[in-house]
């Protein structure tokens, strides 16, 4: 099982980040997906989720209104879309599988 991320970076409060995670090594559109974040100090949490078939998606309170998770079955890819970001929004952000697998992260930071 290999999950890559992609698409972190710095940006301005207010802007907007896609982060990509690439699944391999399972058959992806059995199971739902799932995007976590780690902040300097604090524990990982769950920020979004997405059933097997899209149908079921979950949102921490924290990103509600402003985070979009997506996936395509097809690709084998699962998207995190991020509008509006606040600074608080800075971790590192990490694609996970209900295997027990995950990716090895991308850093996400919010600042002026």
């Known amino acids: 099982v290999q999950l890559v991320e992609s698409g972190g970076g710095l940006v301005q409060p207010g802007e907007s980040l896609r982060l990509s995670c690439a699944a391999s090594g399972f058959t992806f559109s059995r199971y739902a997906m799932s995007w976590y974040r780690q902040a300097p100090g604090k524990e990982r949490e769950l920020v979004a989720r997405?059933?097997?078939?899209?149908?079921?998606?979950n949102y921490a309170d924290s990103v509600k209104g402003r985070f979009t998770i997506s996936r395509d079955n097809a690709k084998n890819m699962v998207y995190l879309q991020m509008n509006n970001l606040k600074p608080e929004d800075t971790a590192v952000y990490y694609c996970y599988v209900p295997r027990g697998y995950w990716g090895q992260g991308t850093q996400v930071t919010v600042s002026t």
């Open positions: 997405v059933t097997n078939a899209g149908g079921g998606i």
